[in-house]
Structures are given as structure tokens and as C-alpha cells.
């Protein structure tokens, strides 16, 4: 409504009752048409551009049409995915029977329209805007950390506009902080808009709007001085020129003297795709812009800045071995060697049972398998477990009860669903990558969002229905959903509407895609499932978990009661396989969940710990003298961690930067892991593995982790992957299928609840994470 | 208003139809306008289909007094008859157009003739929601309108049921915060929206998809200020006060060099001399007449010999300049032209919203290139450098401001290119007679 304060000088009227009156829609955001609308339903249209002939489904822009006839037309504005803009007239073209030229951004192609995009009039006027660009732009490309892939440099260098004929002072405003990660430097933007448009429209934070007017616009903070928002950097990553830059990347390199490994993030479990930039063997970039892997150009601040952990001071370069009770460097000869022998000793002198052995969320597929070979049968005891933090295994046991293994969800699926389901979870916060894809099918192709949760999540704002339940009550609402047992009181306290409108708009949609966190578990996920699977068409499932490899940890069988690919270990016939492959024995008797180990620990029935890449001590709020009563605790990690203090050998792991291998994302997605550079000091779990059961007197024929993922692929079901699909890049989804032994107790799957900034212990390490004053704030605050 | 000077001039020649009240006492009040033929339009127009309302305005040769001059009555029958999203009638009351002042007298001595402009056309649309987007600077105009509306509410010109004819409009102002841009259309739809006033892609035209999604009509104020009269009086009537396709009359506003400056009431087609000379009483002082603006500051300049032309939308059109807004610029042979291109495209500069790049760049360019050029600091490439850049701007800008700020200085460099000379011959100024160092 009008902003009623001006009167105040004037004098009072009886003013007209204007808001009542007011016939206004509801709350509004952008005007639609300036999203182009494919229609696929309609004939395609036929037009040529440049001679070329191309036939393009109706409703595309002529822009795209042009990319597919192979012919580029230079834009800043234009963005996939983004709002139309029409602002930089780069893209200008000459359309027959159309008297001026015409923005190919903005023009939707009709039926028999002639295109030139390389006449006289259109080069000149593409020279005429790059010569606009130019006369304010500091053309400091010499010190810019754009230069060399600078979208304004390579159109000048194409369209030639070198010489200008601009006299007159540069406008010059002060570079400014946004925040520790995002520096804008105003004399350099083209005003595109993209950083505006990617984080309201993609990132749906809205940090960004534009100050002043005409030649003086500034792109600017909405709120303050200081970017208040989830820190992501899409913004720097989208941004054609060097206007806004890296806390991190700044002033350190020139792009063409890095090396660029497309790799897999470590932190979440969405498996983004991350290419890291590497210089004298140490990070300093992260992106995605070859929009390679399914999560496009898009990273989240851990993604595209929490790597930093692995440049970190605090890293352990050199084994640790206690004597006299103090920690002290050794060789890996001498580490590797006190292993050994106090292994055996433990072996000899109170049996198998009295070791256990705790995985990792972070490391490979290859070397979980690996993990778990050595427990099993050098070690002899299945003591084995990881801190689980979405249950996998009885999402494939009610999956396959069904025989419905083919409705695991891929990350593609969310983005496709005309209709997704999310019970419990942040996924803003516990796993960006699939908010994001939740948020663009929701404005992208109107998906309707459904959520289930006892908290309240940023993602309401996209919800077509939520309803918020007490805390911990979402098992409930699942019964009730499913009508198993009526909604007692209570349960919903909040939301948009009832449970049976939630319901009934469930039943009315198809092909949904139910995603799920921690607090669906056990017999809960069963009920999930076999309700999900009444809706109608396919419907989809996701369980997620916190971090890289959660997955994978399950699907290798880091548990007390599972082998790999979820054959039940009680089983004869799946401890057959295995014994087969290992060529040895596999006890038949499930070993001890982690909570079971931890106790033991304390209880003493526990003398030997080995705990490769994870930190129990912190994540199961274990008192410092849990683990004292051990006889021998080896710990392989990349840090000083709580638990890696306690330890009687300490070796310094690699980190994901630093190893081949693959890891399988929350969804069953495999991914590659590359090798841009090595950490003097460290090995890799794989390395340590091979070493220790070398050690121990077992001779395995592994030279590589190529060696163990195909045994994986041979022996693991579900696994059956195609090696070249994975090799080029690919995300290869996997279908396990098996009846694991249902979950013991409820109180093995927990997650961590890890909020933006944070991803379990590895977070602490990192400048970048640390350095937002997001980071400081409450867990939870949306933006 | 205490404060301003009775902007309206006075002369014979005169045909007085928007303006006829405007001399009479207290001729905001309802009363008085009731007291003319006020809300007899209405009566009318809800008593016709709203499709006659239309064919009549379309046959009126009504064209838009904002500047672009479409027929008012084809604009209304693009909006469509069915719509999913609500309609809107919208008032552009954002006169910013350098020379012109014509929509303030309008507000400020008949509003009720400009609101049962806005209601006909709500019905003829049948929308049934009004605003009226007042520029930011017209705080005072702002009351006036206020309280007619106050007044038009009170006694049922608004609200529910208008006259019993069963047809429910409501219309309220809305003010801009001082941005010339938020005079094109679709940036003052984003403006009325709460959004910065930015232009929009067009299309989607405002009458297919205009004020929150919705089928939208904006009409400049004296364009509805028409309205009443057309109904009233008839098509015919009306077409035959002007020239051919050019119905009716509109406000001129004479102002820069010229005796009796103010805003006059004629014809269209109405000869641009016997303007000057009759209406406006010639160029005072004796001198010379060097230039004209004939329709605000986005026009291109005529000179001294070109006036003989009838001003009308398609007679200015063929000789290559517009009627715009009707503002009327006169110069004397005084006036340095140089300083005029400058002084534009100040205006151009610090009033471009910065959206696109042509016009952000350009205006900021020329502005300072032509201000460089007149201080002193002339170089020789710079007039077919500024004509040029000009030229980059002119038809590649999203909305018509670049083209408004190329268009008048793409005339001067043109018309006035042996001032730009002299300018760089002489150093400095020949008309200011002030030496400025050349660095």
C-alpha cells in the first residue's frame, strides 16, 4: 500500500478507504512472462538463422534456437534457467521484416522467421555495446582474477572493440567487502544482473538489489552492508566479469595456471560435482563451470569454499605414536609396525571379539569394501559399524519386500517430479543441493512441494502444503497418513492446512518423490514405503544422509550385520559369496553395532579399536575417559580430533583431494573421485589398509582402487555398474537389493543435523566456513 | 495553490474543451463540476454496451496525449474480454517530460473530469479497479486528487454500484518517488507494483499482461481527461474539432524564449508559427527565432524554418521530428545550441535507470562529452563521435528513453553542426561570449 508518512506535512484529509477497496492480488513476485515457457505440446517451429534451417520445440527463445543450429549469439543478461532480462543488448539480430534489431533473449521463435546474426548492422552494433561496456570498465585485466576467462574479454577480443573513443574520466567507486567471501568491485559490473536474478530466483535468499540509478547502479546488499545469505557464491560463479570476486580465490592465481580436476565435494551427501583448481600442489578454487555433473554450476559454501580443510595448518603429516603417554612423531615403518604387533597381541591373548573396528562417512566406496574384507577376515570378528545417519538398509529391505527396487530417486528425479514429498530433514541446511533442485522444479515446471516436519524449514516458502508436527512426530504422521493409526491429538501444530487436505492433495498427484531424513527409521520406513507406493504412478524414494559417502558406507557393509550390497550376514548363502571372493572365513555370528563397541570400550569386553576417519568422541558426546580403558586405539585421520588425541597411533590419512576412488551420493549415485595432489606424509585408508593387512600376513592381490572397484562391481549386488559410464563422469545410480535384519534400535541412526556452514568435525578446520558471520549464528536462522 | 502561478495562458484563438472549467471558482469541487455536465458521461456510458463505450473513442480520433499518440479507443479493444486475472484501468500522472506541464492544470482545476475519465474507462474495459500514479514532485496535486476522490466516494461516483447501474469501480492515487523512467508504462507498472521502475520486455503487451499479470490500460491524464467529452458530445463532434486522425484538441505548453509563456488550449493541427507568433506573441525583445522543441525535450529540435507545419501527430512525423507531450521549446537566436544538446542530455543521463546499456553508457558519455564540449574543451572527432554514439543508442535500448535522449541530440549535431565549429575554431563559446582556456 502507499506509504501514507508524506502527509504528515500536509494537511489531513478525510482520505478515500483505500485498502479495503483494493482489488490486489496476493502476495506477487515476478511477472511470469518473463520466464520463457517451452511448449512441447505444440508443433515445432521451423526458422532459419544465418541460411540454417533448425525445427525447435514452440516457446523457444531464439537464442537457444540459434546455440542449436551451432551459432552463438554473445549475451551477459541471458541466463538458463534465469528470468529474461533484456539489458545488455549484446544479443541484438536482425529478424526479417522487423524494423530494428531485435533481442535474441527475449524473442520467441515464429514460424518462418529469418535470422541474421552476423550482418554489418548487427556486428556493429554488438562493437557499439562492448565500446558502452568499456568506457567505465577499469580494463584492469592484468591484475583481475577474471582475466583469461572473462566473458567481457572474450567478446572484445572477438567483436574487436579495442579502441575506444571515450574521453572522459572513468567513473571509479571503492572496491567493497560484501562479506569474507564476496568482494564487489563496482568500476568492473556490467550490471547483467545475473548475481540479482541467481540468488532470488536459484538460491531463493533475494541478498542482492540494485542502488542508485542510470550509469551510477551499483549492485548491492538488500539488507545492510554486508551480504546477509547462505554464502553459496553463486553470485561470483555466474558473474560474466570480475565484479564480484572470492574471499578465497582472490589476487592468488592467474586461471591458466592452475590444473583442474573434476572431482566429488566430501561434504553432504548430494555428491556435487565439484572441479577443483589446484596451483603448486594446493586448492585454491572450487566451481563447477562446466555445469558438469547433475548439479550444474551449483555449489553451496561448503562446496565452493569448505575445501579449504585440506590446505589446513592442523593437517597430521606424520604418524603419531604415544610413548610414555605422549603422542610423538614417527615413521610410517614404526606406526604401521606398533599396529601390527599390538593387533596381534590383543588377537592372541583375548580373540577376535575383543577388536572392533569403526568406518568412515567420507571415505570410498573402495576403501569401506576394503574395511570391511579386513575386519572380517584378518581380524576375524564382524565388530563393525559407522555412525549411520540415514537408514539405508531399511529402505532397501521394504524396497525389495516389494519388489520395487527400481523406485530409488536419483538426484535428476527431484528436479523432474511434478510432485515431491519431504518428511523431516533441512534439506537447506543438511543437503543445498537437493533444496535447490526442490526449489527449481517448483518454479521451473510448478512441482508441488509437500512437507512433513517438526520444525520449521526454509522451504515452507516453496510448499504447496506443510504441515508441522510436535517434535519427533513425524513417524506419527506417517501412520496416520497411511492410516495405520488415527492422528492423535496434538500431533499437527502448525502448517497450511489439515492433515486430510495434505492428504487428499497427496493422493491427487503422481510420480512423487518422497525424500526422508533421520526420523524416519526402522519399521517407520516400511510403513513410508508401502504407503508411498499406494500413491499414484511411480513413486520415488530418497533417504538422506550427512555426509559424502554415508551411503556407500552402507551399501559396502560397514555394519555389524550386513555385507556389502545389504546380503544379511546371518545368512550362509551371503557369507558364501564373500568367503569365496576374500578366499577366508567370515565369523558367522553379527558382531557389535558402534553404541555396542563404544560400551564396550568402557566395559572393557572391547581392548582393540581401530577407527578409521571418523570422530565418535564428538559425535557420541563421549566422555575423554571412555576410551582410556582400551589396550590399543589406532586412529586414521586427517586432524587432531577429539578421538584421535586419545589414540595410541595416530596415521595421517589422506583427504578426498588427495585419492582415486568412488563415492555413492544419499540418492545410490556413483561418482569418481580424482587425485589432483598429493599431501607429503599422508596415505590414503586404501594404502593403510593394503599395509596393515599385508602386516598381519594376509597377501591381497589389490594394486589400485580401480583393483577393488571391480571386485565391488563383480561381487557387490546392485553394483553392477558400467565402468565407462562412471570413468566418463557420470552419476551411475545403483538398485540395491537385499533383506538386511531389521534395525535393531532406533538410536543407531541419527544425523548430525550439520547446519550450512558446518559438516561435522572436518568444518572446524576450515578458514572459509568459519570466516561468515552467518556461521555464528544460531543454527537454523533463514535467510 | 498558494505558491505556483496560474500556469494557464489566455488567447482568442483558443478552443477550450478540458480547460472549459478551469477559470471557474473553486472548479475542484464536485458541486461545480456538477454544476457543468459533471458525471453526464457516466450516466451515459453505463447506459451503452461496453463495447459502444470503445468504438466510440476509437472513432473519436482520440489519440494518446502522452507522447506516443495511439488511438486511444484501439488500445482499450486490445484488452481482452475474458480474463483469468483481474483488470486494471491506470492513470499515468507522471509528467516529467522536460517543457511540459499541461497534466498538472488538470489535476489541479478538474479532477473529477480526469476521474470520470478514469471510471468510463474502466467500464469500457471492464475493469474495476483504478490508480492513479501521481509523480513523486506533485505532493500537492496529490491532495487535490485525494479529496475529489474523497468527495467522488462519498456521493457514489466510486465505490459499489455506480448510479445503480450495478458496475463497482474503485480508483486511488498512488504516488512515484521521482524517477522520470516511471513515465513509460511498464516501469510505472513495476513501480505501482513495489518493485524498482525498471521497463519490461514487450512484449507481452500491458494489455494482455500488465499490472500483476493482468489485462492493464494506461492512459496519460489528458487522454482520459477526453474521455468525458467524447461520450458526452460524440465522436463525430469531436473528430471534427481537430484534424484529420487527430481528434480533438490538446494543451500546449509554450515556455523558453517567448513573450506570453503558459498552457494554451488548441486544435490539433493547429500551425506551429501562428503558435508562436499569434498565441504565444512571438519572441520577445525583437530577436530572432533560432529553434523549437515542439513536444518536450525528447523531440527532435526544428528550426527556424521548418515551423510552417500544422501540429498534429502525422504532419510533425513528416518532418522528421513529434508532437510528444506538447511541450513547446522556444529558442532565440541567442541560445547556444551546443549548450542545449548538453544541458538534454544531463537530463538523459541522470534520469536513464541504468537497466540497459546502451542508454546507462551512452547518455553518461554524451553528457559529459557535450558539457566537455561546450566548456571549453572541444576536440574535432567529438561531433561525429557524439553523433555516432547517438546513433548506438537510437533503436537498441529496451524502452524509448534511449531513443528520447538520442533523438534530440542526433537533430542538433545535425541541424547545428556550424555551432560545434564554432565551438572548436573559436575555444569557447561564441554565444556566451566567455573565454575559456583551451587545455
Not at chain 1, 422 to 444: E, F, K, M
Not at chain 2, 149 to 162: C, I, S, W
Not at chain 2, 294 to 316: N, R, W
Amino acid at each position: 500500500m502507499k506509504d501514507q508518512t508524506h502527509k504528515s506535512q500536509f494537511v489531513i484529509l478525510d482520505l478515500p478507504p483505500k485498502p479495503e477497496n483494493l482489488h490486489v492480488p496476493g502476495p506477487y513476485t515476478r511477472s511470469p512472462s518473463l520466464s520463457p515457457q517451452l511448449n512441447p505440446a505444440a508443433e515445432p517451429v521451423s526458422v532459419t538463422i544465418d541460411g540454417k534451417e533448425v525445427k525447435v520445440p514452440a516457446g523457444t527463445l531464439l537464442i537457444e534456437a540459434a546455440k542449436q543450429a551451432g551459432i552463438e549469439i554473445p549475451s551477459y543478461c541471458y541466463y538458463p534457467g534465469l528470468t529474461l532480462q533484456g539489458a545488455c543488448r549484446m544479443c541484438l539480430v536482425a529478424i526479417e521484416k522487423m524494423p530494428k534489431l531485435q533481442t535474441a533473449c527475449t524473442t520467441v521463435v515464429a514460424k518462418g522467421m529469418v535470422v541474421h546474426t552476423e550482418t554489418e548492422e548487427v556486428k556493429n552494433a554488438r562493437k557499439a555495446m562492448l565500446e558502452f561496456l568499456l568506457t567505465n570498465h577499469p580494463l584492469d585485466c592484468p591484475v583481475c582474477d577474471k582475466g583469461g576467462e572473462c566473458e567481457l574479454q572474450d567478446a572484445v577480443f572477438r567483436y574487436g572493440a579495442a579502441e575506444t573513443r571515450f574521453m572522459e574520466p572513468k567513473l571509479h567507486h571503492e572496491e567493497r567487502k560484501f562479506s569474507s567471501l564476496v568482494y564487489y568491485d563496482w568500476p568492473r559490473c556490467i550490471l547483467c544482473y545475473r548475481c540479482v536474478r541467481v540468488c532470488d530466483e536459484g538460491l531463493d535468499v533475494n541478498a542482492y538489489g540494485i542502488g542508485f540509478r542510470g550509469a551510477h547502479s551499483e549492485i548491492i546488499p538488500n539488507r545492510g552492508e554486508k551480504l546477509e545469505c547462505e554464502e553459496c557464491g553463486m553470485c561470483i560463479d555466474v558473474c560474466p566479469v570480475g565484479a564480484l570476486t572470492s574471499g578465497t580465490y582472490r589476487y592468488k592465481t592467474r586461471p591458466w595456471e592452475m590444473t583442474y580436476s573434476g572431482t566429488i565435494c566430501n561434504h553432504c551427501g548430494d555428491g556435487c560435482k565439484t572441479t577443483l583448481s589446484v596451483r603448486n600442489n594446493e586448492i585454491v578454487r572450487a566451481n563447477n563451470r562446466d555445469h558438469s555433473g547433475f548439479n550444474g554450476e551449483f555449489l553451496c559454501v561448503k562446496g565452493r569454499f569448505g575445501w579449504d580443510f585440506v590446505n589446513s595448518d592442523q593437517r597430521l603429516t606424520a604418524p603419531l605414536i604415544r610413548k610414555n603417554g605422549k603422542q610423538e612423531s614417527g615413521t610410517w615403518e614404526e606406526a604401521l609396525g606398533v599396529v601390527a604387533d599390538r593387533l596381534n597381541d590383543v588377537l592372541k591373548q583375548h580373540g577376535p571379539a575383543s577388536v572392533a573396528v569403526i568406518g568412515s562417512n567420507r571415505t570410498t566406496n573402495e576403501e569401506n569394501y576394503l574395511l570391511g574384507r579386513l575386519t572380517r577376515t584378518v581380524l576375524g570378528t564382524n565388530n563393525l559399524d559407522h555412525h549411520r545417519t540415514a537408514d539405508y538398509g531399511s529402505l532397501v529391505r521394504a524396497l525389495t519386500e516389494v519388489k520395487a527396487t527400481d523406485r530409488y530417486a536419483t538426484i535428476q528425479n527431484i528436479y523432474e517430479a511434478p510432485s515431491i514429498l519431504v518428511v523431516g530433514n533441512d534439506p537447506t541446511h543438511q543437503h543445498p543441493l537437493v533444496a535447490y533442485q526442490i526449489r527449481q522444479a517448483v518454479r521451473q515446471h510448478n512441482a508441488h512441494l509437500y512437507l512433513l516436519n517438526s520444525r520449521e524449514i526454509k522451504l515452507q516458502r516453496q510448499a504447496t502444503h506443510s504441515v508441522t508436527v510436535r517434535t519427533s512426530g513425524e513417524p506419527d504422521a506417517i501412520r496416520a497418513l497411511a492410516g495405520i493409526q488415527a492422528p492423535h491429538a496434538g500431533l499437527v501444530v502448525g502448517g497450511t492446512g489439515d492433515f486430510d487436505s495434505f492428504r487428499e492433495g497427496l493422493l491427487e498427484e503422481s510420480d512423487t518423490v518422497i525424500i526422508f531424513g533421520d526420523e524416519i527409521r526402522g519399521k517407520d520406513v516400511a510403513d513410508l514405503v508401502r504407503w508411498g507406493l499406494a500413491l499414484p504412478g511411480r513413486t520415488r524414494f530418497v533417504a538422506l544422509g550427512d555426509y559424502a559417502n554415508s551411503r556407500g558406507a552402507a551399501d559396502m557393509g560397514l555394519l555389524p550385520d550386513v555385507l556389502p550390497g545389504y546380503l544379511p550376514l546371518p545368512e550362509q548363502a551371503a557369507r558364501e559369496r564373500f568367503e569365496a571372493a576374500w578366499q577366508f572365513r567370515i565369523p558367522t555370528e553379527p558382531g557389535r553395532d558402534i553404541r555396542s563397541i563404544l560400551q564396550g570400550a568402557q566395559s572393557g569386553e572391547i581392548k582393540a579399536l581401530l577407527v578409521f576417519g571418523s570422530n565418535p568422541v564428538k559425535t557420541f558426546h563421549l566422555p575423554k575417559e571412555q576410551l582410556s580403558k582400551l589396550a590399543f586405539l589406532m586412529v586414521a585421520e586427517l586432524f587432531p580430533t577429539e578421538t584421535a588425541e586419545a589414540a595410541d597411533v595416530v596415521l595421517p590419512a589422506t583427504s578426498f583431494a588427495e585419492k582415486s576412488g568412488t563415492v555413492t551420493n544419499s540418492c545410490g549415485q556413483v561418482q569418481v573421485l580424482k587425485k589432483p595432489m598429493r599431501k607429503a606424509g599422508t596415505r590414503s585408508d586404501l594404502e593403510i589398509l593394503l599395509a596393515l593387512a599385508g602386516r598381519l600376513g594376509h597377501k591381497w592381490a589389490y594394486q589400485s582402487s580401480d583393483d577393488v572397484l571391480r571386485e565391488i562391481i563383480a561381487q557387490v549386488p546392485g553394483y553392477a555398474i558400467a565402468l565407462p559410464n562412471l570413468l566418463i563422469g557420470r552419476a551411475v545410480a545403483t538398485q540395491p537389493a537385499g533383506t538386511p535384519p531389521e534395525l535393531a534400535s532406533a538410536d543407531l541412526i541419527f544425523s548430525s543435523r550439520d547446519s550450512l556452514f558446518t559438516s561435522g568435525t572436518l568444518s572446524r578446520y576450515s578458514w572459509a566456513l568459519n570466516s561468515v558471520d552467518e556461521a555464528k549464528r544460531p543454527h537454523g536462522h533463514i535467510f | 495553490m498558494p505558491g505556483y502561478d496560474n500556469p494557464m495562458g489566455n488567447s482568442p484563438l483558443e478552443v477550450k474543451v478540458i480547460s472549459k472549467r478551469f477559470a471557474l471558482p473553486n472548479s475542484a469541487s464536485l458541486d461545480v463540476y456538477l454544476q457543468h455536465d459533471g458525471y453526464q458521461a457516466l450516466k451515459k456510458a453505463l447506459a451503452t454496451k461496453p463495447e459502444d463505450v470503445i468504438n466510440e473513442v476509437k472513432n473519436s480520433g482520440l489519440r494518446g496525449r502522452g507522447g506516443a499518440g495511439f488511438n486511444t479507443g484501439m488500445k482499450w479493444s486490445f484488452v481482452p474480454k475474458q480474463s483469468a486475472k483481474l483488470k486494471y484501468v491506470v492513470c499515468n500522472a507522471d509528467e516529467s517530460e522536460p517543457g511540459t506541464c499541461k497534466d498538472r492544470p488538470l489535476m489541479e482545476y478538474d479532477p473529477h473530469q480526469l476521474i470520470e475519465g478514469i471510471i468510463i474507462s474502466g467500464y469500457a474495459i471492464q475493469a474495476h479497479q483504478g490508480f492513479i500514479y501521481v509523480r513523486g514532485e506533485y505532493r500537492y496535486l496529490l491532495e487535490i486528487v485525494d479529496r475529489a476522490l474523497a468527495e467522488a466516494y462519498a456521493r457514489g461516483y466510486l465505490g459499489k454500484n455506480l448510479l445503480g447501474s450495478g458496475f463497482d469501480f474503485d480508483l486511488c492515487t498512488h504516488t512515484g518517488a521521482g524517477a522520470y523512467e516511471c513515465g513509460e508504462e511498464t516501469a510505472l507498472l513495476n513501480s505501482l507494483e513495489g518493485l524498482r521502475g525498471y521497463p519490461r520486455i514487450k512484449p507481452p503487451f500491458p494489455a494482455v499482461l500488465g499490472l500483476y499479470g493482468g489485462p492493464t490500460v494506461i492512459n496519460n491524464v489528458e487522454t482520459l481527461s477526453n474521455i468525458p467529452h467524447i461520450i458526452l458530445n460524440g465522436a463525430g463532434w469531436y473528430a471534427k474539432l481537430g484534424s484529420p486522425k487527430n481528434g480533438g484538441t490538446r494543451l500546449f505548453c509554450l515556455s523558453g524564449h517567448i513573450s506570453r509563456p503558459g498552457i494554451y488550449e488548441l486544435p490539433m493541427g493547429f500551425p506551429l508559427r501562428r503558435m508562436i507568433e499569434e498565441v504565444g506573441g512571438g519572441v520577445p525583445r525583437g530577436k530572432r527565432l533560432k529553434a523549437v522543441i515542439p513536444g518536450g525535450s525528447s523531440c527532435p529540435v526544428l528550426t527556424a524554418e521548418e515551423i510552417d507545419v500544422a501540429m498534429d501527430y502525422d504532419s510533425v512525423a513528416k518532418i522528421g521530428s513529434m508532437l510528444g507531450s506538447g511541450g513547446v521549446v522556444i529558442m532565440d537566436e541567442d541560445t547556444c545550441m551546443v549548450k542545449v544538446a548538453g544541458r538534454i542530455m544531463r537530463f538523459y543521463a541522470h534520469e536513464s535507470c541504468g537497466w540497459c546499456i546502451p542508454c546507462r553508457e551512452g547518455t553518461s558519455w554524451l553528457k559529459r562529452l557535450l558539457e566537455r564540449f561546450h566548456s571549453g574543451g572541444a576536440l574535432p572527432d567529438d561531433p561525429d563521435t557524439a553523433l555516432d554514439v547517438a546513433y548506438n543508442i537510437l533503436g537498441k535500448t529496451l524502452c524509448p528513453l534511449g531513443d528520447a535522449a538520442a533523438m534530440p541530440t542526433i537533430s542538433i549535431l545535425q541541424k547545428f553542426r556550424h555551432e560545434f565549429e564554432e565551438h572548436l575554431k573559436l575555444g569557447y563559446c561564441p554565444y556566451e561570449k566567455k573565454a575559456v582556456s583551451v587545455a
